[in-house]
């Protein structure tokens, strides 16, 4: 081991070209309740939050939307409905599970004619130059082993003046409030993944991998070094979560 790349899962340290199965591990477990666990762990305020990153993000009529790590599909419900029928939004996915959750969710809900489904990996993104006028990727880019080349990937399947829409977990900026969540992270949420889940472990990576994901100012240094241009954040629940908008030139 001491020879190859290492990265982290949760707090672990573990090889580089092991954290993605590890990763679709954790995903293979929770993605039958992964909605469930969601209201119950943000009391329902997640829905505000993505809410808020579709007024962002400037869709409309006609336009081409990707949507990465998009698991059961929140996000690309939204889309299907501003862009119409003709427009298009790809529901992507590394994780099956996830995929096929997204998938049988949104077939129910009558969306059928402008939705793809694709599994792909958002470091090598299976799509040409200059495909999407808008990328939004949602609780997922801390899974990521490599975010900078996900970011560049991401750049790349843009078109010129697209948009990139980064939803995830950040950093408090009160004390106060960063102790009241590291409490309700490490001793809440795990035991809620046990009750509901039936799974404690992967609600304890949960809370180690929000906590070794980039903070605020960090993340939008590494959208500028990938190339986005006008890279900006906006702080949600006193900065436990954040969107961060970036475009390309």
């Not at 991401?154 to 960063?178: A, C, Q, T, W």
């Amino acid at each position: 081991m001491s020879e190859k790349e290492k990265t982290h899962f949760g707090y672990r340290e573990v090889e580089k070209d092991a954290k993605s199965d590890l990763v679709a591990d954790v995903f293979h477990s929770v993605a039958s309740r992964y909605d469930l666990m969601n209201d119950l762990m943000s009391g329902g305020v997640h829905r505000i939050w993505k809410r808020f990153t579709i007024e962002l993000s400037g869709v409309r009529k006609g336009n081409a939307v990707l949507d990465i790590a998009g698991g059961t599909g929140d996000l690309a419900a939204k889309f299907a409905d501003l862009v119409g029928p003709e427009g298009r939004v790809v529901l992507a996915d590394i994780n099956d599970s996830m995929l096929q959750v997204g998938r049988d969710k949104l077939l129910d809900s009558g969306r059928l004619g402008n939705l793809e489904f694709v599994q792909a990996d958002a470091q090598d993104l299976p799509f040409p130059d200059d495909s999407f006028d808008c990328i939004s990727i949602a609780f997922g880019l801390r899974n990521v082993t490599d975010k900078d080349r996900a970011l560049r990937s991401m750049l790349r399947v843009l078109k010129p003046g697209g948009r990139l829409l980064v939803l995830e977990f950040s950093k408090p900026g009160n004390d106060l409030l960063s102790k009241a969540y590291d409490t309700y992270s490490f001793r809440v949420l795990p035991l809620m993944g046990r009750l509901v889940a039936n799974d404690g472990d992967s609600y304890q990576y949960l809370a180690e991998s929000i906590r070794m994901h980039p903070d605020q100012d960090t993340l939008r240094d590494m959208m500028e070094d990938a190339g986005f241009t006008r890279c900006e954040y906006h702080n949600m629940t006193g900065g436990i979560v954040a969107v961060h908008r970036g475009v390309k030139a």
